[in-house]
C-alpha cells in the first residue's frame, strides 16, 4: 500500500505525517526538532490501524535538515512502518507564500525551488525555513515527485477588491504588497467537509470558516471559493491571536517608532510575538485565559472581549460580503475545543438567522458536528481541520493528474 509523507518545515525543526494513499489513514507522525543546536530532539509515533500508538524519543545532535531526515528515516526503520510495505510515492510539502505565482500545488523542479526562494523577501521567516525542507526531503527520496502546497493557494480566487491595499499602486505592485490569505490549506479543507457533512455541493453553498488556533484567520467562502479573508501581505492581519495583534491602525507602528524609539525589529518582535491574547493578559495559550478570566483575572477577562469583539466583528463583515450565508463553521484548537468562545462569538445573532444549541455546542467529540438548534436558518458546525491530509490528497492529484 504506496504511502504520501507530508513535510511541514520550520527554521529548526520539521513535522511530518506519513498517510496511506488508499485509505488516507495516518501511518504514523513525528517531529524532528532543535536542528542545530548542542543536543536535538526526535519524536516519532507509529499508529497502527486500530489507532493503537507506538512512541520513540531520541536525544541526539542534528547538524541539518538533511541530518534530521536520516534521523527520521532512522526511527522509521526501527519502529516501521515498513517503507516496504508503504513506499513513499510521493512527498507533499506545506509552503507558507506563494505570492501570486501559485495558485495550486505545484510539482517542485529546479525552476518551482529558486521561485519560492524569491518569495522569501515576503515571507522571511517562513519560506527559507520551508526551502530547506524542501532539499533535504528531496535528498532523502529522489526518486519520487515532490510536491509544494502553498497556505496562499486557495485564497487565489480573492477579488482585487478584496486584496488590493489603498495605498500608491505603483509603489505596491513595485514591491507586491497586497493581501495574499494564509491557512489556506485548512480553510479548503474544512470548506469541503463542511458542505460534506451538510450533504451539500460545496458549489452550492457560502461559508464563513473562522480557523481560530495560535494563528487565526476567517475566510469567505462563495461556493467553494475563498472570496475575503483575514490575514493579509503577512499572517499579522485580522483577528486577535494567541501572540499576534491582529489589525492596528499603522499609524501605531509610526507613532512607537518616533514616540517610544523602537527600531524596526522591534516593532516586528511586539507585533508579531508579544502581542494579542499574550500582550493583552500575560497569556498566550487561549486555555489558560479563559482559565483565569474564570478566576476574575481583570486582564484576562479584557483579552477574552477583545478576541470575541474582533471575531464578530468579521462574521458580520462576511455576512455582508457573501450576501447569504448556508454556514458558519469553527475548526482549529480553539473553535474546535471552546464552546465559550464558539458562543460568545455567534450570541445574539438570531436576526442573522443563527441560533447555537446550548447542549450542542457543550457535547464534546473529536468529529464533526453542528451546534446550531434544528430552526437554526444558518447551520453552525465545528470541523476538525486536517492540514496534513489535505497536503496529502493534492499531492497525489498533482502526482496522478
Ligand atoms: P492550534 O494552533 O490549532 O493547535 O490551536 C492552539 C490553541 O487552541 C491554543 O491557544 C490552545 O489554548 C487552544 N485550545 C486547545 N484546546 C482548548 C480548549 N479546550 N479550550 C480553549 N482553547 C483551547
Do not use: W
Not at 525551488?113 to 530547506?132: F, K, Q, T, V
Not at 453553498?205 to 484567520?217: K, R, T, Y
Not at 455546542?361 to 453542528?370: I, L, M, Q, T, Y
Amino acid at each position: 500500500m504506496a504511502s504520501v509523507l507530508v513535510v511541514n518545515s520550520g527554521s529548526s525543526s520539521f513535522k511530518y505525517q506519513l498517510i496511506d494513499s488508499e485509505s488516507e489513514r495516518m501511518l504514523a507522525t513525528g517531529l524532528v526538532e532543535r536542528i542545530g543546536e548542542a543536543q536535538g530532539r526526535a519524536v516519532h509515533t507509529v499508529v497502527a490501524s486500530d489507532g493503537a500508538e507506538e512512541k520513540s524519543e531520541r536525544e541526539l545532535p542534528i547538524a541539518d535538515h538533511t541530518a534530521g531526515f536520516a534521523v527520521m528515516l532512522d526511527a522509521i526503520a526501527d519502529l516501521g512502518p515498513s517503507l516496504e510495505t508503504h513506499p513513499v510515492i510521493a512527498v507533499g510539502h506545506r509552503v507558507v507564500q506563494g505570492g501570486a505565482r501559485f495558485f495550486e500545488p505545484t510539482v517542485i523542479t529546479d525552476l518551482v525551488r529558486i521561485n519560492i526562494d524569491e518569495l522569501s523577501s515576503l515571507a522571511p521567516l517562513h519560506n527559507p525555513a520551508n526551502l530547506e525542507g524542501i532539499v533535504a526531503a528531496q535528498k532523502a527520496f529522489p526518486g519520487v515527485p515532490h510536491v509544494a502546497v502553498f497556505d496562499t493557494a486557495f485564497h487565489q480566487t480573492l477579488p482585487p477588491a478584496a486584496y488590493t491595499y489603498a495605498i500608491d499602486a505603483e509603489l505596491a505592485a513595485k514591491h507586491r504588497v497586497r493581501r495574499y490569505g494564509f491557512h489556506g490549506t485548512s480553510h479548503r479543507f474544512v470548506s469541503h467537509a463542511a458542505a460534506e457533512f451538510l450533504g451539500r455541493d460545496v458549489g452550492d453553498i457560502n461559508q464563513i470558516v473562522l480557523h481560530l488556533g495560535n494563528g487565526a484567520s476567517a475566510c469567505a467562502v462563495a461556493g467553494g471559493r475563498s472570496v475575503e479573508t483575514s490575514m493579509g501581505m503577512t499572517p499579522l492581519e485580522g483577528l486577535v491571536m494567541g501572540t499576534r495583534s491582529g489589525d492596528i491602525d499603522p499609524a501605531v507602528l509610526l507613532h512607537l517608532q518616533r514616540r517610544a524609539k523602537l527600531s524596526i525589529d522591534e516593532v516586528d518582535d511586539l507585533l508579531n510575538k508579544r502581542s494579542g491574547l499574550l500582550g493583552l493578559s500575560g497569556r498566550g495559550d487561549m486555555r489558560d485565559v479563559v482559565d483565569a478570566s474564570l478566576d476574575g483575572d481583570a486582564d484576562a477577562a479584557l483579552a477574552l472581549d477583545v478576541y470575541v469583539h474582533r471575531l464578530r466583528g468579521y462574521v458580520g463583515n462576511y455576512f455582508a460580503q457573501l450576501g447569504r450565508v448556508d454556514a458558519v463553521v469553527f475548526t482549529a484548537g480553539v473553535g474546535e475545543n471552546s464552546p465559550v468562545i464558539r458562543a460568545r462569538a455567534l450570541e445574539g445573532l438570531e436576526s442573522f438567522g443563527i441560533r447555537i444549541d446550548a447542549e450542542r455546542n457543550e457535547a464534546r467529540s473529536r468529529a464533526a458536528r453542528v451546534i446550531s438548534t434544528d430552526d437554526s436558518t444558518v447551520a453552525v458546525l465545528v470541523v476538525p481541520t486536517n492540514e496534513e491530509l489535505e497536503i496529502a490528497r493534492q499531492t497525489l492529484a498533482v502526482t496522478r493528474a
